[in-house]
């Protein structure tokens, strides 16, 4: 079944307030998950940035290994939570609090670390994902924040290249994994 | 590895096949349409949507009939090879018991049949799968593939001189030429049909399925005539006929020959220069079993 991909990160209106909305404390590493995650991170990248072994067509080269490069753009933690309607209190709808939006402050608190959440449901239906008025939150009720919208029907060839005949394609080219990872649907 | 699980919905290296999954990765090398009328045959094509990766298009108001495909997707074609690679699959058995087993429309002259002849002389052109499940190369020598592969030189004795004088020259004319496909799609329109077209469908590895009545040709594949670059100037073009009728022997017939003109077919516009073309007639009810070029 496809799955709706939906991201209910609350982010910062780009008009409205941009001052830090949680605070300090909350945000910096006296929140446990924070501190939790820190440590997390300074493992992960000393794994990433420490020499791995030289290949044996290294050694004979006499070369040395290269690090891998990190970049301040690219998450190095990805969290997915499939079927994430389960974490909705759909069904007791008088309930304004539920595990999404428990779990929607403790990542908001994390914001600034290089983390990046994926939601996946099957579930045609989302409100407490997508609607504001269902928020818990009064920051995004009133818009000083507001959710992503969800990525729905995500059609097929949407992160294909376009094809240009003037430049060189080539067999070995369209034949390659990364080719055709890229036409029909995203897995 | 993984697409083979999704497509699967199964352990990726299972050996074992049920017969949905075997349906499921035909699917993804030529066009099966559901036929379905009963609810049986309903819950099958459901099944397909719901756990082997086949797109529902449109369900009808009533929730009583859907129309599904299984789109265009390179990446689970070659999934579908690296299944339909090992052993326990049998191809030609899966196919029959398929069409006797699920309610899928069978084909007017025998195209699926020709469809899934080309598809298994391709696999076996680029080779096994490896243990990444790719192959050597996903592209291969069109030479290879039509003598060798699509006509055995082993089979050399049921083609008569002419044919196999006619093969060697076809391997001397085109030397370096160059083919990719793993999949065939069908179209719906008759006039789509065009060079350029057919040239970007080589980009995603699919051949073409021609519509319904199309006159003179049922399917179409396309190769490069020398080396790897995709340009239409480097274009050549295979074009298929088949007819499931005994009215149709096994001694070739130039006018069905000559009837599979790209001119005419509208392939190429009037003012284009000609290209390399290939037209072989499929008489699959000829009494005499031959092969003739």
């Known amino acids: 079944m496809n799955k709706i991909l939906l991201t209910p990160f609350p982010q910062k209106d ?9 605070p300090k404390d909350i945000g910096g590493y006296d929140f446990p998950p924070a501190s939790s995650f820190h440590k997390l991170l300074e493992s992960l990248k000393a794994r990433i940035e420490r020499p791995s072994k030289p290949s044996p067509s290294q050694v004979k080269k ?3 290994p290269q690090a891998p490069q990190l970049s301040s ?65 009064s920051k995004i009720t009133v818009g000083a924040l507001k959710l992503s919208e969800p990525f729905t029907d995500l ?32 897995l | 590895m993984f697409a083979v699980g999704k497509l699967l919905n199964d352990d990726p290296n299972t050996q074992e096949f049920t017969e949905h999954q075997k349906l499921a990765c035909l699917s993804q090398r ?17 099944k397909q949507v719901e756990e082997h990766l086949r797109v529902c298009l449109k369900v009808d ?8 495909v299984s789109p265009s997707e390179p990446l689970l074609s070659e999934a579908a090879y690296v299944v339909m690679a090992r052993k326990s699959f049998q191809p030609l058995t899966t196919f029959k018991s398929i069409l006797e087993g699920f309610a899928i429309h069978q084909g007017d002259r025998g195209e699926f049949l020709v469809l899934l002849l080309l598809t298994l002389a391709r696999d076996q052109t680029v080779g096994c799968p490896g243990k990444n499940g790719h192959p050597k190369h996903r592209f291969f020598s069109f030479p290879s593939f039509v003598y060798g592969n699509l006509f055995k030189a082993s089979t050399s004795l049921l083609l008569t001189q002419s044919t196999v004088s006619a093969l060697k020259m076809l391997m001397q004319d085109f030397p370096n030429a160059t083919m990719h496909f793993n999949h065939f799609i069908k179209l719906h329109g008759f006039s789509s049909v065009n060079k ?20 003179s040709i049922d399917a179409i594949n396309v190769f490069l005539i020398s080396g790897t670059e995709l340009q239409t100037d480097n274009l050549g073009v295979v074009l298929y006929q088949i007819k499931n009728n005994a009215d149709y022997k096994d001694l070739p017939e130039p006018r069905l020959f000559d009837s599979m003109d790209p001119y ?21 009810a000829s009494h005499c079993w031959q092969q003739a070029i």
Request: proline residues 4%; glycine residues 4%; charged residues 20%.
């Open chain 1, 14 to 22: 780009v008009i409205g307030d941009t001052s830090p909305i949680l």
């Open chain 1, 62 to 64: 006499k070369e040395k």
């Open chain 1, 73 to 137: 753009k690219v998450p190095i933690v990805v969290l997915v939570f499939d079927e994430a309607h389960t974490l909705t209190n759909q069904e007791q709808k008088d309930e304004n609090w539920s595990n999404l939006s428990a779990l929607q402050r403790a990542l908001h608190a994390l914001s600034h670390f290089p983390m990046f959440s994926l939601f996946l449901s099957t579930r045609a239906k989302m409100p407490q994902f997508t609607s504001a008025s269902d928020d818990a939150s």
């Open chain 1, 155 to 186: 059609g097929f060839d949407t992160l294909a290249k376009k094809v240009s005949f003037n430049s060189c394609w080539t067999l070995g080219f369209v034949t390659h994994d990364s080719h055709i990872v890229h036409l029909g649907r995203p």
């Open chain 2, 30 to 46: 030529f066009p099966i349409q559901f036929n379905s009328t009963t609810y049986i045959s309903h819950a099958s094509e459901m």
């Open chain 2, 61 to 68: 108001a009533n929730l009583q009939s859907m129309e599904t």
């Open chain 2, 196 to 215: 350029k077209l057919l040239l970007l469908l080589m980009t995603r590895g699919a051949g073409v399925l021609c519509a319904n009545s199309q006159a």
């Open chain 2, 264 to 284: 005419d077919l509208k392939i190429l516009e009037a003012g284009d220069k000609p290209i390399s073309l290939i037209r072989i007639f499929f008489a699959l």
